[in-house]
Each structure stands twice: as C-alpha cells, then as structure tokens.
C-alpha cells in the first residue's frame, strides 16, 4: 500500500516546501477545492508549478476537485471541472503517474471519453457516507453499481469510503475490502472509515487489499486528523511502517474508551520492528457494549493479542477461557487470541508496578512495607495483589474519594492479607481532610510508597465533591519523610510538580514500559 499525502493549503509556496521537506510518501492528492477559493485558468497555471515539482520526484498525484455535497468546497458546475481536468492531463500528458478522482454519480460514459482523451492517465471513482458505514451486503452493492466495464482495470480505481460511527464500522468496511479482493484480486480499490473511530482502518487497510492510505504532512494539517480520523505521514511511515504490512501480518491492538492518549502504539510497534516481526500494533475506541461483536468480527481477521485498558479491564474478563487462574481479581489488561479463536487473560499491571517500583528501591530487602494508595481504580487491584503476595507483610491504605469502591477491594483480599500477615484500611478524601489524629498517626513524618491510581483527567478538574485534589496532594507530599517514594501509575504527569525535591518519584512511564514488556512475552510464550 502506498502513502498519499493531502496537499490543502490555500498558500502556493507553503505548499511547494512541503513536498520539498516530505520523505515519507509515494504521492500527493492536489485538493484543488481547498488549495483554491475561486477556481480559474490561473488556478491550472499556478498548480502545474506543484505538479512540475512532484514530476521531479516520480510521485504520484491525484487531482480532486470534490463536490461540496460530497464534503469538499468545490460549488462549480462538472462542465467546469472536467475543462480544468482535461486541462492538467493536457498539460502533463508525459506523465502516467497522474490521476483524477471523480464523485460515484459521473455518469459512466463521460469516464470512458476521460480515459479514451488522456490514455496515460488513471480515474480514480469515488463514494463517500458521510453519516454511516453501510452494512458489507450494501457496500458490495455500491462496488457492483460503480464498476465501470469498458474501462481497463488497471486505468480505474474505486474508492468507498465511509463514516465510522464506531470502531465496529471499521471492522464491518475492513471486512468488505478484504470479500471484495477475495471475488476479484485485480480489483483495484481504496477504502477507510472517517472519524475518530476510522483511525485504525487507514493503517490495515493494504493488509487486506487497499491501494493507497491517505495522510497529513505537518501540524498545519491537523483539522484532518480532528475532522476525519486522518494519520500523520510521518506517523505511517515511521511508527506503523505501513509499506511493510502484509497479508501474513498479526494484529495486535489495545482497546479500551478513550485511548488517544497511549503511548502503547509507540513502544509496541517499535519492539516489533526491533525484533524484525511481521506485527502491528492498533488503537481501537471500544465500549462495553461493543464487545460481543467486537470479537465475532475479529474472527475473520489477523489478532493475535490485545491490551486492555479503561473502562472494559473487568468486562473483558468473561471472554477469557482461563478464569480459574484469577482467584482474587477479575480485571484484564492482556489477552492472547490462541487457535480457533480461544481468548487467554491475564494481568500484568501488578507485576509492571512491582518492577517499577524496584528501579528506586529493592522491595526484598526489608519487610513491614507502608503503602498509601491515592485513588482505587484501573490497576490498584492488581498492584495489590502482587505486592501482598511477594512482600513479606504489607501495611495497605487506600484513600479514595468515596469509601464505596475502597472497601470493595479491602473485603475482596481480607483472607489473603491473614494468610500474609498484612493489613489494608480506607479513608475518604473529606475524612483524611477533617481527622487530624489520623493524619498524624498514619501520614505525617511515615516512609511511605506513595501511589498515585487517580486520573489525570481528575486532577486536572481538581475539585470533587467540594474537596481540593491538589491541596490534598501537597498536605500528603509535603507531611510524609523524605525517605518515601511515590509513583504515579499515569505516564502523563500532574503530580510530579507538587512533590519535594527530597521525595524520590518515579513516572507512570516506567510502569507502562515493565506491563508492556511483560504483555511481549505473554502474547510471544
């Protein structure tokens, strides 16, 4: 599959530079209908100084005027349209890397008079939805009414694209591409879903068939990602490395709501590439409600493994075939997808902490461990878990906004905190607030591993249920000894700022890259 670049900017010159500083990709699409306000014979003359410069390069280029109905800007009439393109072919008739794209509702024969005009030159007919993902029956009946067949097929490309209303159309369109090179291998087509939940859909779509994948050059150009799911070139080449996917390629992906933020992609993919492995690693949108179709369609795909993250950890958990091997806790961050379909869990956020807390400090070497716990979410149950059953006697306290969820997971691991001589109590932010007794007793002066479960997203709306997230943060930090350490389980840092510069801290990063470290070696044995 090849990388197209969309050129958009109204500036000629911004333009020009560039696809002077652009190394990524193997051709550009001119969108004339962004690129120019008003449409002129002095628009062909000042695109043709774009196009001698791709010429140079021996890249390909796809000349589009896209109706505005269609989602361009472009309100002129087709006779227009069709002038200014015959104009450009006329113009570059030497070059057969040129090609032009057309709306699905050109009639046919006007496509065959292109074609019969300007032979080196390619079509490509497009069909976009811009509310939906039909369903694979209907998008087989779009192909079949647009196959033009008094055109060479390999003069023709058909591109179907569609809305992604959700991760689920992206599987629904990949699952079409891959059925309709299946029935015809000559096929020549692009598809992708648009959106937020369209994203993944542009990097394995060549798995299964696609000619070309579309990006952005530079930050300029990032109402394309906002507006419609679109991927920096850079980012396609350099971290998903798109040109080496193939059909033989295994998928692996996180899922989870929202997942922007990962950083998963960058260190997954990159270890694959280290390694030299024929992988590829997604980020999917994913709600507890899609999970069921979710993993009937994966079915026909390559998914070999899968990292969970919020909120589906403990709604994943009924999929796996290994839940005996859970005796305490129910939540998932890894799953391997073994022959004929079989799900494995398993859960290495406990152990990541773990590991990660050893870069400071060697957990075997005392005993009688202190843990503050800020926050009961995502991984804490895991943390736990792993820290009671590999220390000799845990001390555990939980703070937490409401007692509801800390006390859930003190009762959960009442019998193995007996069997391992340890304890776990709660407080609730207001409590630890107004009991100064306690706060003495338990906080102030104590070495303590501070642990950080608390979103960023909470800390950065700080004030919940009258209580002032980061106020509590600095009377903890600026109370416990200097022999303490905290570790904050999130790799984008809020808190880091509030301690001490006597406190050792330690980033969500190096947690994320043990967990992630341990996933490698689960999903490869």
């Known amino acids: 599959m090849q990388i197209i670049s969309i050129i958009s900017q109204e500036n000629i010159s911004k333009n020009l530079e560039l696809i002077r500083n652009d190394f990524y990709s193997e051709g550009y699409e001119l969108r004339l209908d962004l690129i120019f306000k008003i449409i002129s014979n002095k628009s062909v003359i000042k695109i043709q100084e774009i196009l001698n410069k791709i010429k140079i390069k021996n890249k390909i280029v796809i000349i589009t005027l896209r109706d505005k109905n269609q989602g361009g800007e472009y309100l002129g009439s087709f006779e227009e349209k069709l002038e200014i393109y015959n104009q450009i072919a006329k113009d570059n008739e030497d070059y057969n890397n040129l090609y032009f794209d057309f709306e699905y509702y050109i009639n046919k024969e006007i496509l065959e008079q292109f074609i019969n005009k300007n032979p080196e030159n390619k079509i490509i007919y497009s069909y976009h939805n811009f509310t939906l993902t039909p369903k694979s029956s209907d998008l087989h009946g779009i192909l079949k009414a647009i196959i033009c067949k008094n055109i060479n097929k390999k003069k023709i490309i058909y591109k179907i694209v569609s809305k992604a209303r959700n991760s689920l159309d992206s599987l629904e369109l990949i699952a079409f591409l891959q059925n309709a090179k299946s029935k015809d291998s000559e096929l020549n087509i692009i598809t992708h879903c648009m959106g937020r939940d369209g994203e993944f859909s542009r990097i394995i779509n060549g798995i299964y068939g696609s000619e070309f994948t579309y990006g952005f050059l530079n930050q300029e150009q990032e109402f394309l990602n906002k507006n419609i799911g679109c991927i920096s070139t850079e980012d396609l080449n350099n971290i998903y490395q798109i040109n080496k996917l193939n059909k033989s390629t295994k998928i692996y992906a996180l899922l989870g709501d929202p997942v922007s933020h990962s950083i998963g992609h960058i260190f997954h993919n990159k270890y694959f590439s280290n390694l030299n492995l024929n992988s590829i690693y997604l980020k999917i949108n994913l709600l507890e409600n899609e999970l069921d179709e979710f993993f ?71 005993n009688n461990f202190k843990f503050l716990f800020i926050g009961s979410g995502g991984a804490v149950e895991g943390i736990i878990n792993e820290l009671i ?27 193995i905190c007996l069997n391992y001589n340890s304890t776990i109590s709660v407080i609730s932010f207001e409590e630890l607030s107004n009991n100064n007794n306690f706060f003495e007793k338990n906080i102030k002066n104590q070495d303590l591993f501070v642990i950080n479960a608390i979103s960023n997203s909470n800390i950065k709306d700080n004030i919940k249920d009258n209580i002032n997230i980061k106020s509590l943060f600095n009377k903890i930090f600026n109370a416990i000894s200097n022999k303490s350490i905290v570790m904050d389980i999130n790799y984008y840092n809020d808190i880091l700022d509030l301690i001490p510069n006597n406190i050792k801290a330690i980033n969500g990063n190096i947690m994320f890259h043990e967990q992630a470290r341990l996933q490698q070696e689960f999903w490869s044995n």
């Open 389 to 415: 059953s590999k220390l000799i006697k845990c001390n555990i306290l939980i703070l937490n906004r409401t007692l509801k969820n800390a006390e859930k997971i003190k009762s959960k691991f009442k019998q």
């Open 296 to 366: 009937k369609k994966i079915k026909a795909f390559n998914f070999y493994g899968l990292s969970i993250t919020m909120p589906l950890k403990e709604s994943v958990f009924k999929y796996i075939s290994n839940k005996e091997d859970f005796k305490l806790i129910n939540a998932i961050n890894t799953i391997k997808i073994k022959n004929n379909n079989v799900l494995v869990g398993r859960n290495t956020d406990g152990l990541g902490a773990y590991l990660a807390l050893n870069h400071l400090k060697n957990l075997c070497e005392n």
